[in-house]
T-cell receptor
Framework: TQLLKQSPQFLSIQEGENLTVYCNSS?????LQWYRQEPGEGPVLLVT?????EVKKLKRLTFQFGDARKDSSLHITAAQPGDTGLYLC????????????FGQGTELSVKP | DAEITQSPRHKITETGRQVTLACHQT?????MFWYRQDLGHGLRLIHY???????NKGEVSDGYSVSRSNTEDLPLTLESAASSQTSVYFC???????????FGPGTRLTVL
């Protein structure tokens, strides 16, 4: 069974600090996706990483796909209160018709 | 602009009643999904469809049904609502599962 484990589950930091969220699996994924969800809203796709070792940047967010395509990380530089939310990683499980498997999420709180 | 909408946004119903949640997308995506999100369980897949007349069960499909008569809509029906089905429900669509999904704003359902 393919599983995605995110760490940490909860993170509370001050504005301006850096942080990294991890998404790990024992299985290989063809791609991994990162979403952000704010309270009362649906998840919003931030990025998809496809190639092992790939690094993508979205303003202060840096996403990396592991060389073996079993893990991914999200690094936020100089976090701001607007970064507060639930961060989810997800990957397609082609053993089950390509359905997305989601990690449990990382709840980030950035205090001013 | 293309979008995905859900209705109603909030619903209170009684145990035993039939409830239908609507999902409509204007991207012309073939792939559509229904999830429920509960504290401690993350996002769990209820049903999904890869095209008109195609429907498939997800990991928590008991008590739910869907039908796909056109590309734009995937209504979710709770045949006989139970208190255990109190949750937030999200619909999503995707042009390609590997590249990411686009989520609706969610429906908060309370079954009394």
């Amino acid at each position: 069974t393919q599983l995605l484990k995110q760490s940490p589950q909860f993170l509370s930091i001050q504005e301006g600090e850096n942080l990294t969220v991890y998404c790990n699996s024992s299985s290989v994924f063809s791609s991994l996706q990162w979403y952000r969800q704010e309270p009362g809203e649906g998840p919003v796709l931030l990025v998809t990483v496809v190639t092992g070792g790939e690094v993508k940047k979205l303003k202060r967010l840096t996403f990396q796909f592991g060389d073996a395509r079993k893990d991914s990380s999200l690094h936020i530089t100089a976090a701001q209160p607007g970064d507060t939310g639930l961060y989810l990683c997800a990957g397609p499980n082609y053993n089950q018709g390509g359905k997305l498997i989601f990690g449990q999420g990382t709840e980030l709180s950035v205090k001013p | 602009d293309a979008e995905i909408t859900q209705s109603p946004r909030h619903k209170i119903t009684e145990t035993g009643r039939q409830v239908t949640l609507a999902c409509h997308q204007t991207w012309n995506h073939n792939n559509m999904f229904w999830y429920r999100q509960d504290l401690g369980h993350g996002l769990r897949l209820i049903h999904y469809s890869y095209g008109v007349q195609d429907t498939n069960k997800g990991e928590v499909s008991d008590g739910y049904s869907v039908s796909r008569s056109n590309t734009e809509d995937l209504p979710l029906t709770l045949e006989s609502a139970a208190s255990s089905q109190t949750s937030v429900y999200f619909c999503a669509s995707s042009p390609d599962v590997a590249l990411g999904q686009f989520f609706g704003p969610g429906t908060r359902l309370t079954v009394l």
